[in-house]
């Protein structure tokens, strides 16, 4: 088979997968369990339990806070402790239901437990996105973005392919490589009520060629569930691989315009996971209160890698704990793969819908250089897979150009790293980038602003 890539820039990055032989591990309940309010993308979810309320594991405990929003529930059997801010693993403070477990498990009426496959797909799509949306399934490849909204494009948009992310091509992560092993027809299921939903548009599963024996699990669930106009695709080993743009890219051989959404090329790209999460909740009427996360870094020998079953609301502290704690030679913890992951402030925070990993890295993998001035190389350029221009970037960032940084699309870098990661001067482009797309990206905000309220002002 042809392995397909995107066009422009990417790194290879040493993989470090040692947790990909490790079978995923259910782990078992702690005592008291800390349901975040905003672990997905847009408006924080709303609180419809108060404090001493007995909740059912699977039972609605926060309603959709906005358009762009989902609904959360109990990941857990207990007694509802408090209702209040909590500092998230940034240490940001975000509004957290307490909750205090029973001995006893007792799941919400209607959920279906069993692990008999369904495969058989609702005719009504309608009733597909209530169950997506009422059952809280947002997407799991990062962005966290309520799935019943991508799934339901604006009218006159046309879904073309749908493109299922099995690239995982951040070093270190394994949980999406496990459950396409795992839960293999699962996922295949939940990509064809996706298809359904868009319309019965053609299916493209991407999966990086450094993970065979997922390639050919999924080629052979979807040779034998026999869903029409679905296909397995190898993908070249390249980071950003599972980027959005990129997978497009490569698969569909289109480029999304800065400021424009997927659809508009007729792309919709979903994660391998929530793929999953569409099955358990169309199929099983199973809320999103677990994923798949990783504990794995370069200072962990073999045997202290795990991939493991949790719950949203799970202390990050008691994760680490049950592994068997922080490894002497730990230097940074970090929340996702060491490319686009975020440094954990705060341990005592709690596990989200979106969480991928506990990352730990030794001095060596974290030390920083000195920094040294740009030679004009140009590799930061070569190696951007957005085409931007990061050492440009930068510099209009200290000179504080808003209006030339955002000439320049500041504010479509993804974050990938891939400049930080290769420039020889050790430059921290990554960091200033950042910023400068915050200052760009809130200069358009304000534009819009200002439009909207003039056009408010003369009616």
Same mark, same amino acid.
């Not at 509004?95 to 209607?110: C, F, K, N, T």
């Not at 695709?233 to 390249?238: A, D, G, I, S």
């Not at 930068?394 to 000179?399: E, I, S």
């Given at each position: ?73 109990? =990941? ?5 402790? +408090?209702? $209040? ?5 940034? !240490? &940001?403070?975000?509004?957290? @239901? ?36 009422a059952c809280g399934v947002v997407g799991l490849g990062g962005a966290t ?66 993970? =065979? ?5 999924? +080629?052979? $669930? ?5 869903? !029409? &106009?679905?296909?397995?695709? @190898? ?120 969480? +991928? ?42 000179a504080g150009d808003v209006e030339a940084l955002e000439k320049n699309a ?34 358009i905000k304000a534009r819009a602003a200002a439009a909207k309220a003039a ?5």
């Amino acid at each position: 088979m042809n392995k397909l890539t995107f066009s422009i820039g990417g790194v290879h990055p040493n993989d470090n997968k040692r947790a990909r032989e490790c079978a995923i591990e259910v782990l078992p309940l702690p005592k008291t369990m800390y349901v975040s309010m905003a672990q997905h993308l847009g408006a924080p979810a709303k609180p419809i339990v108060a404090v001493g309320d007995f909740v059912k594991t699977g039972q609605v405990i926060a309603e959709p806070g906005g358009f762009i929003s989902a609904f959360v529930h109990s =990941p857990a059997t207990g007694t509802v402790k +408090s209702i $209040a801010p909590r500092k998230d693993i940034a !240490g &940001n403070n975000v509004m957290h @239901v307490e909750i205090a477990l029973s001995e006893e498990e007792v799941w919400a009426d209607g959920i279906d437990l069993s692990d008999t496959l369904v495969t058989t797909i609702p005719e009504d799509r309608n009733s597909i996105l209530d169950k997506v949306k009422a059952c809280g399934v947002v997407g799991l490849g990062g962005a966290t973005f309520p799935t019943h909204v991508k799934l339901n494009p604006a009218p006159g948009s046309v879904a073309e392919c749908l493109i299922l992310n099995g690239a995982e091509c951040e070093p270190y992560l394994t949980s999406d490589y496990r459950i396409m092993l795992e839960r293999t027809k699962e996922i295949v299921v939940g990509a064809a009520i996706m298809q359904k939903v868009l319309g019965g548009c053609r299916c493209v599963i991407g999966i990086e060629e450094n993970k =065979p024996e997922a390639i050919e699990a999924m +080629s052979k $669930a979807v040779a034998e569930l026999g869903y !029409g &106009n679905m296909m397995v695709q @190898v993908l070249k080993k390249r980071y950003p691989q599972g980027g959005e743009k990129q997978l497009i890219d490569a698969v569909m051989k289109r480029q999304v315009k800065s400021g424009a959404l997927p659809i508009s090329v007729g792309a919709v790209v979903q994660n391998v996971a929530t793929a999953l999460a569409v099955y358990e909740a169309v199929q099983k009427n199973r809320p999103l209160i677990t994923n798949t996360l990783t504990i794995t870094g370069d200072c962990l020998p073999d045997n202290r890698q795990h991939n493991y079953l949790f719950r949203i609301g799970m202390p990050l502290s008691y994760i680490v704990e049950y592994a068997g704690g922080i490894p002497e030679q730990a230097a940074k913890m970090v929340s996702g793969g060491p490319m686009m992951g975020r440094a954990i402030a705060n341990l005592d925070a709690a596990t989200v819908k979106g969480s +991928s990993s506990v990352l730990f890295l030794s001095e060596a993998a974290t030390r920083r250089h000195s920094e040294g001035n740009c030679i004009r190389c140009g590799r930061c350029v070569d190696a951007c897979p957005m085409g931007l221009e990061p050492f440009l970037l930068q510099r209009l960032y200290k000179a504080g150009d808003v209006e030339a940084l955002e000439k320049n699309a500041a504010q479509d870098c993804i974050e990938c790293g891939c400049c930080l990661y290769s420039c020889p001067a050790y430059i921290p482009l990554l960091d200033r980038i950042r910023q400068a797309k915050g200052m760009a990206l809130g200069a358009i905000k304000a534009r819009a602003a200002a439009a909207k309220a003039a056009a408010e002002a003369k009616k």
